[in-house]
């Protein structure tokens, strides 16, 4: 009875309802749009971290685990290997180079990344073949490199790599192409330790080593190690050094954190704004019906009746709504140009829209209250 009274309802003001539903919608829009650009930023920021195959990263001590401003020695990652409890580790170095596409378009930065083949930290191909140490002039792309320069397996790709007070250009092949793995904003291209020393940006052309200066060592557990113990091995036997997990590293980059909480900020109060303007549509659409109201109550229909009958114009409008929206929010994800960051996964796009439905409701529950006060003589001779 309840479904049937809050649909004939709404089928007979369906111009004023159906607005209101493109109201939420747009509200659905902001709200999910929001999500996906928190997720899309954050992905872009620990895209490489985040699938690294370790459990704990070693860094420099006092760096407040910053992967740029850590410096590690390269013995410090060799003593890591033989520590008991540790599977296998892996030496990771990080630098920036911009890859030449044509004279007359503008370089793109990318993150050059040394690793040791087959170790952590070095990923694996989803086309191609994985990273060797040699030859030396290879390299493995990820898919966001390989997307933005249109690259396949076998293609020759030029870098552009500041040495000393000069541009030099250095050539590499695909040798394979990994999944996104995109560190700090930008596409990633892997090489090894060695190459990477070769050809990273430094002050003095000439500085070279066949042992170079590592930013941080990803380090896998054994299975029978636990992390904790580990983590104190680890620092007992290595001098100057801090560990942590995955999570940890890529929280502590800067702004990470800052531009997450400031963007669910945003979105916390696109929620109480919603909140606020589906109580307010009917708290007014609750004063409209006084009279309605009070004639059922004067043939008997009970509170709850009235109630479930609020709540289901609610959720049904509600509903509407937020299906209009998420439709509109992907349909607008499709036409962005790829630059901009926005991702949606499923476990954020289902938690974003069960509150949105759970807002509406909420945001009606001073309008159920008012009409639980309607006395039916009361509201006869309005």
Same mark, same amino acid.
């Given at each position: 009875?309840?479904?049937?009274?809050?649909?004939? /309802? &709404?089928?007979?003001?369906?111009?004023?309802?159906?607005?209101?539903?493109?109201?939420?919608?747009?509200?659905?829009?902001?709200?999910?749009?929001?999500?996906?650009?928190? /997720?899309?930023?954050?992905?872009?920021?620990?895209?490489?971290?985040?699938?690294?195959?370790?459990?704990?990263?070693?860094?420099?001590?006092?760096?407040?685990?910053?992967?740029? *401003?850590?410096?590690?020695?390269?013995?410090?990652?060799?003593?890591?290997?033989?520590?008991?409890?540790?599977?296998?580790?892996?030496?990771?170095?990080?630098?920036?180079?911009?890859?030449?596409?044509?004279?007359? *378009? *503008?370089?793109?930065?990318?993150?050059?990344?040394? =690793?040791?083949?087959?170790?952590?930290?070095?990923?694996?191909?989803?086309?191609?073949?994985?990273?060797? +140490?040699?030859?030396?002039?290879?390299?493995?792309?990820?898919?966001? @490199?390989?997307?933005?320069?249109?690259?396949?397996?076998?293609? $020759?790709?030029?870098? $552009?790599?500041?040495?000393? %007070? /000069?541009?030099?250009?250095?050539?590499?092949?695909?040798?394979?192409?990994?999944?996104?793995?995109?560190?700090?904003?930008?596409?990633?291209?892997?090489?090894?330790?060695?190459?990477?020393?070769?050809?990273?940006?430094?002050?003095?052309?000439?500085?070279?080593?066949?042992?170079?200066?590592?930013?941080? #060592?990803?380090?896998?557990?054994? !299975?029978?190690? +636990?992390?904790?113990?580990?983590? !104190?091995? &680890?620092?007992? #036997?290595?001098?100057?050094?801090?560990? %942590?997990?995955?999570?940890?590293?890529? /929280?502590?980059?800067?702004?990470?954190?800052?531009?997450?909480?400031?963007?669910?900020?945003? $979105?916390?109060?696109?929620?109480?704004?919603?909140?606020? =303007?589906?109580?307010?549509?009917?708290?007014?659409?609750?004063?409209?019906?006084?009279?309605?109201?009070?004639?059922?109550?004067? &043939?008997?229909?009970?509170?709850?009746?009235?109630?479930?009958?609020?709540? +289901?114009?609610?959720?049904?409008?509600?509903?509407?709504? =937020?299906? #209009?929206? @998420?439709?509109?929010?992907?349909?607008?994800?499709? @036409?962005?140009?790829? !630059?901009?960051?926005?991702?949606?996964?499923?476990?954020?796009?289902?938690?974003?829209?069960? @509150?949105?439905?759970?807002?509406?409701?909420?945001?009606?529950?001073?309008?159920?209250?008012?009409?639980?006060?309607?006395?039916?003589?009361?509201?006869?001779?309005?």
């Amino acid at each position: 009875m309840a479904i049937y009274l809050s649909f004939k /309802e &709404i089928w007979r003001n369906r111009t004023k309802y159906f607005l209101f539903s493109l109201v939420i919608a747009l509200i659905s829009v902001l709200v999910l749009f929001t999500a996906g650009l928190g /997720e899309g930023l954050a992905t872009n920021n620990k895209e490489y971290l985040e699938k690294l195959d370790a459990q704990l990263l070693i860094f420099q001590t006092d760096v407040s685990f910053s992967t740029i *401003e850590s410096r590690l020695d390269y013995k410090k990652y060799k003593r890591a290997r033989r520590i008991s409890g540790i599977a296998d580790a892996g030496p990771i170095a990080f630098s920036n180079v911009k890859v030449v596409i044509a004279k007359d *378009e *503008e370089p793109i930065d990318v993150s050059f990344i040394g =690793v040791e083949p087959d170790r952590p930290g070095a990923p694996k191909a989803i086309t191609g073949s994985d990273l060797r +140490s040699y030859p030396s002039k290879i390299a493995l792309i990820d898919q966001s @490199t390989a997307d933005l320069i249109d690259a396949k397996i076998g293609d $020759k790709i030029t870098i $552009k790599s500041t040495q000393g %007070t /000069e541009d030099k250009l250095y050539d590499l092949t695909v040798t394979g192409i990994a999944g996104g793995q995109r560190y700090f904003f930008r596409p990633s291209i892997f090489v090894s330790l060695t190459t990477w020393d070769k050809y990273r940006p430094k002050s003095d052309p000439d500085s070279y080593s066949t042992q170079p200066v590592l930013n941080v #060592i990803a380090v896998k557990a054994d !299975n029978t190690t +636990s992390i904790p113990y580990l983590e !104190n091995a &680890i620092t007992n #036997i290595i001098d100057d050094v801090e560990v %942590t997990d995955i999570t940890t590293a890529y /929280e502590s980059a800067p702004g990470y954190s800052e531009q997450q909480g400031t963007l669910n900020t945003i $979105k916390g109060f696109t929620f109480l704004i919603g909140t606020l =303007v589906i109580g307010g549509f009917f708290q007014i659409q609750i004063l409209q019906k006084l009279p309605q109201i009070g004639m059922l109550k004067a &043939i008997g229909a009970p509170n709850r009746l009235v109630s479930a009958t609020a709540i +289901s114009q609610i959720i049904l409008v509600s509903l509407f709504g =937020v299906i #209009i929206g @998420t439709l509109a929010t992907f349909a607008l994800a499709v @036409t962005l140009p790829s !630059n901009v960051p926005v991702y949606f996964t499923a476990s954020s796009v289902v938690v974003t829209i069960v @509150t949105l439905l759970l807002i509406g409701p909420v945001g009606g529950l001073l309008s159920i209250r008012m009409a639980h006060k309607v006395e039916p003589l009361t509201a006869l001779d309005m």
